[in-house]
Structures are given as structure tokens and as C-alpha cells.
Nanobody
Framework: EVQLVESGGGLVQPGESLRLSCTAS????????MYWVRQAPGKGLELVAL????????NYADSVKGRFTISRDNAKNTVFLQMNSLEIEDTAAYYC????????RGQGTQVTVSS
């Protein structure tokens, strides 16, 4: 059974940083591309970042390019999302997923950016 457990969310002020983690189990982590998606209040799921199974290829939504960095540690079955220069518009529930649409995702971690 695929299990994805996110952590690291919280309440921060604009301009601050957070690092999200997602620990995976139930599948061969190093075989899968991994994704971070988010859902803001009243909106649909948005793909934020992706990383290939080797940690070489990454891509980002235009809204987070230059501020967010996705990485992974295959030895620890963990994918990370470093979020810098957070903006109020980044407020959302963040999920890691094993598909780009976020259909197979964890329970999420809340990120709230507020002054």
C-alpha cells in the first residue's frame, strides 16, 4: 500500500521560509518521479514541482520558480520542498504525490503565509 506522509508546514510571515518533507513507503521510491501539489482555499489542485526518480530533472510552476526547490533522498525514501520568500498566495495545503495530477497523494501539510 502506497503511503505518503508530509510534514513541515506551519504559519509564517511573508518572506520567510519553510522546508516540507514527505516520507514514502509501500513502493519502490527510487523508481518513481515525485510531485508536490497544493490546494488553496476554494481552488483546485495545482502542480507545484516535480523531480525525476534520480533527482536530476526538476520542474516548477511559474508561480514558484526561483523560490522553491524540490529535492529527494532515495536512501531515506523522502522528497523535500524548500520554500523561500514565501508569499501570501502560497497559502495552501501541500501534498506530495506519485502522479502529476495528485490523485495518489498523502494527507497533506498546511502552509499559511500571513502578516
Amino acid at each position: 500500500e502506497v503511503q505518503l506522509v508530509e510534514s513541515g508546514g506551519g504559519l509564517v510571515q511573508p518572506g520567510e521560509s519553510l522546508r516540507l518533507s514527505c516520507t514514502a513507503s509501500g513502493f519502490i521510491f527510487s523508481d518513481y518521479w515525485m510531485y508536490w501539489v497544493r490546494q488553496a482555499p476554494g481552488k483546485g489542485l495545482e502542480l507545484v514541482a516535480l523531480i525525476d526518480n534520480n533527482g536530476i530533472i526538476t520542474n516548477y510552476a511559474d508561480s514558484v520558480k526561483g523560490r522553491f526547490t524540490i529535492s529527494r533522498d532515495n536512501a531515506k525514501n523522502t522528497v523535500f520542498l524548500q520554500m523561500n520568500s514565501l508569499e501570501i498566495e502560497d497559502t495552501a495545503a501541500y501534498y506530495c504525490a506519485i502522479d502529476s495530477r495528485g490523485n495518489r497523494r498523502g494527507q497533506g501539510t498546511q502552509v499559511t503565509v500571513s502578516s
